[in-house]
């Protein structure tokens, strides 16, 4: 189910273009019938991001729905992102990726002790970008708002067995992906710090966010 | 406690191996039942699929504090997993174990398909309202589970992704999802061994890629028994050195 498409939107038209560090979240809202690009700058870069109609927050990007409702797990174009309530967010229109996860969840201090030892409870995490980019916005939300997310350029296969596997990213550089908001969108991005996991060469790297206007 | 209830019989038809003198409750759910109760550490809870046709959407609190609930992505990344069975764990998002599945005559269950909706039940078997279907009205996954939040102050925020008991869907080498029908016998059962106080919420509601046209969601029966926690020598603690990890975090809090 690689669905590769690439996209004739020039970056030199674009209404914002942002180049964001690893390691730091980024807030941000997406009108309808804008596009947004995210552009894996130096490759296999987990980008762990959530959406929220921007109008009721409540209502947020559902990894379920999404995934029944195209009868699959991988995200690629073509794909719709579902909400909770079973609408529209946004849909995947181009993607030189081909596949993008969305069961692997974002990580957090808690998981590391789990997943890796005790101490690395205090390394830099996901959850943690998306907390203090919640806080600081001072919107309401919190961590009750946090359901399970995509991860943008991540591989994660399951077997026909039932085995979850993290495998090495079908990402490289300057592979992209890109979603037209199918309504107003509150975008939460973690530009991935995690430096326990093979899966980014344990290097997090930058990402480039770019935004058209809706094009009619 | 037994005596007054009579639950004898009832444990005996679904549970024969159990002493009675420790089964705490038993229930029998409709298809498209909805169900919540708080239940404390060392309850198992045993459900059993009764005609082969059952569905339980479930999901789980931290009772004391319902901000810690089930993480399917982190029980599935810790475990190196994509369904459940015995052996298993299901992982909070703070790292500790809710609860086990300490034994399991199923194989598989879904932890990735979530629940249906209105829309969904509605594309799939039609109209049919309480007005002329009575208690035989079509539910649907997540309508039942939001009416259980509903009654301990939680909503739509609080509705994470579930596990399906008695539900297969397969992954093909492209993605794409195959579920399996029949998967689950009559009188199957799974036994989930509760590691921490915790608010269990359930519908028996179809699962969302069941592709009967007809809705009869099948009964589900239920003996909670007091079981205590996993032990030292645990094949739920000792399946991989992820779980042996979060068993410490996780009794870290009652010490």
């Given at each position: 189910m690689h669905t590769l498409r690439a996209s004739t939107l020039?970056?030199?038209?674009?209404?914002?273009?942002?180049?964001?560090?690893?390691?730091?979240?980024?807030?941000?809202?997406?009108?309808?019938?804008?596009?947004?690009?995210?552009?894996?700058?130096?490759?296999?870069?987990?980008?762990?991001?959530?959406?929220?109609?921007?109008?009721?927050?409540?209502?947020?990007?559902?990894?379920?729905?999404?995934?029944?409702?195209?009868?699959?797990?991988?995200?690629?174009?073509?794909?719709?992102?579902?909400?909770?309530?079973?609408?529209?967010?946004?849909?995947?229109?181009?993607?030189?990726c081909g596949r993008h996860d969305t069961l692997g969840g974002a990580c957090a201090a808690e998981s590391n002790t789990v997943r890796y030892a005790p101490q690395k409870k205090f390394m830099h995490s996901c959850r943690d970008n998306f907390l203090i980019a919640l806080a600081h916005a001072d919107i309401g939300m919190g961590k009750r708002d946090l359901p399970p997310n995509i991860n943008f350029f991540m591989n994660v296969p399951v077997t026909t067995e039932g085995g979850l596997t993290f495998e090495d990213g079908v990402s490289a550089p300057g592979k992209y992906v890109e979603l037209r908001a199918e309504t107003d969108v509150l975008v939460l991005v973690s530009n991935c710090p995690q430096l326990n996991n093979p899966c980014n060469a344990y290097n997090p790297t930058p990402v480039r966010f770019v935004i058209w206007d809706a094009q009619d | 406690m037994a005596s007054d209830m009579n639950l004898e019989p009832h444990v005996a038809s679904l549970a024969p191996e159990l002493d009675p003198a420790r089964v705490l409750f038993t229930e029998t759910f409709p298809g498209g039942g909805h169900w919540s109760y708080?239940?404390?550490?060392?309850?198992?809870?045993?459900?059993?699929?009764?005609?082969?046709t059952a569905n339980v959407s479930l999901l789980l609190y931290r009772a004391d504090e319902k901000l810690e609930r089930l993480n399917l992505p982190d029980t599935l990344k810790a475990q190196h997993t994509a369904h459940l069975t015995a052996g298993h764990v299901l992982y909070s998002d703070m790292g500790r174990i809710l609860a086990s599945i300490a034994a399991d005559t199923v194989g598989w269950h879904d932890p990735l398909c979530g629940v249906s909706d209105a829309g969904m039940a509605r594309a799939r078997y039609g109209e049919q309202r309480y007005q002329e279907h009575r208690n035989a009205m079509v539910r649907n996954g997540r309508d039942s589970l939001l009416i259980e939040l509903g009654k301990w102050g939680l909503g739509l925020?609080?509705?994470?992704?579930?596990?399906?008991?008695?539900?297969?869907?397969?992954?093909?080498?492209?993605?794409?999802?195959?579920?399996v029908a029949g998967h689950s016998a009559p009188g199957a059962h799974v036994d989930l061994r509760l590691e921490m106080d915790v608010l269990v919420v359930l519908s028996t509601a179809p699962h969302p890629l069941d592709p009967r046209p007809e809705y009869q969601p099948g009964k589900v029966g239920l003996v909670a028994w007091q079981s205590g926690t996993a032990g030292a020598d645990d094949p739920c603690r000792n399946s991989c050195p992820e779980n042996r990890r979060g068993y410490a975090n996780t009794e870290l809090i009652y010490r």
């Open positions: 020039e970056p030199a038209t674009a209404a914002f273009d942002y180049t964001h560090p690893a390691g730091e979240p980024w807030l941000h809202t997406v009108r309808r019938g804008q596009v947004l690009r995210i552009i894996d700058l130096e490759g296999n870069q987990a980008v762990d991001t959530l959406f929220f109609n921007a109008a009721d927050t409540a209502e947020s990007y559902s990894m379920t729905d999404t995934m029944v409702r195209q009868g699959g797990i991988y995200l690629s174009t073509g794909t719709v992102l579902y909400s909770n309530r079973g609408n529209p967010l946004l849909t995947i229109i181009a993607d030189t | 708080r239940l404390k550490r060392g309850t198992t809870l045993r459900f059993i699929d009764i005609d082969g925020r609080d509705l994470v992704p579930n596990v399906n008991l008695f539900s297969k869907v397969g992954v093909d080498a492209d993605g794409r999802f195959g579920f």
